[in-house]
Each structure stands twice: as structure tokens, then as C-alpha cells.
């Protein structure tokens, strides 16, 4: 991520003293119990697209944070109306900018921007309400 344009293309847009945090958003779906296959979610997890790969890859350093749920059932609207409902607060401080404290104990007005959606073809289907599309295409082949 800090190779790429866009990053400095939206930070030459910001006020001066002003920076960018790269937002990343990630789910996969989960199975909640070890005793039944029925019980399962789609955990919303969030971290930072500034955040050294040394650290964001280790679970002990809390890099990535569970924002949310989504329910596992077929294609509503419900999914699509629950992720923007999660990702809300992210867009309003996106836009209004927040307060951050960094480690030198300056502060600094940071827009958290999201940067980029991990999920697999399912997943990305179900936020953007296409669920439909992929269940009648990939799990119940014509021909």
C-alpha cells in the first residue's frame, strides 16, 4: 500500500498538517461453534494500511480489530443495509477528520479513508447485495 499512487494522490488533496490513514476492511466467513455446522457469521475485522507487516501480521500485537457481524442467511437486504450501518462512523470521520495522538504525543488530524475491501467472491457478493447472482451462477451450474 505505500507504494501505490492514489495514497499520495489523496494526501496532495488534504490541508496542510493534515494525513491519511489508509483503512482496510476484511471478513471471512466463520463458524461461531465447535458442536454445530449451523451456527456461523461473517466477522467484520478493520486495521490500518500504515501499519509495518511485521506487526500487523502478528495476532498478539491487536493490529486488526471485530468491528461487526454479519448474519449468515441467503441474500437480503439486511447484509448490505448491516455493512454500511458498520462502516458509517468510518465515512463521517473520513470526511470530518479525527484527533489522533501519535507515539511522540503530538497531535494530528487524520482522515481515515477506506483503502481497500479483503474478502473472498462470496463475501464481496453479500455486502453489495449480488448474492443472488452468485448462488444461481457458481453453486447451481446450468448444464
Known sequence: MWTGKWWHAIQARLPSGE???????????TQLTQLSNSKSAYPVYLTLGNIPRAICHKPSQHACILIGYLTVNKATRS??????????????????????????GAIRRV???????????????LVTYTMLEYTLTYQYPIG
Not at 19 to 29: C, G, R, S
Not at 91 to 102: L, P, Q, S
Not at 112 to 125: G, N, R
Open 19 to 29: 494525513a491519511l490513514a489508509p483503512v482496510i476492511i476484511a471478513m471471512d466467513k
Open 79 to 104: 447484509q448490505f443495509t448491516s455493512m454500511w450501518i458498520i462502516l458509517e462512523p468510518l465515512k463521517r470521520a473520513g470526511i470530518e477528520e479525527i484527533n489522533v495522538t501519535g507515539g511522540d
Open 111 to 125: 482522515h481515515p479513508i477506506l483503502a481497500c475491501y479483503v474478502a473472498d467472491y462470496p463475501e464481496q457478493c
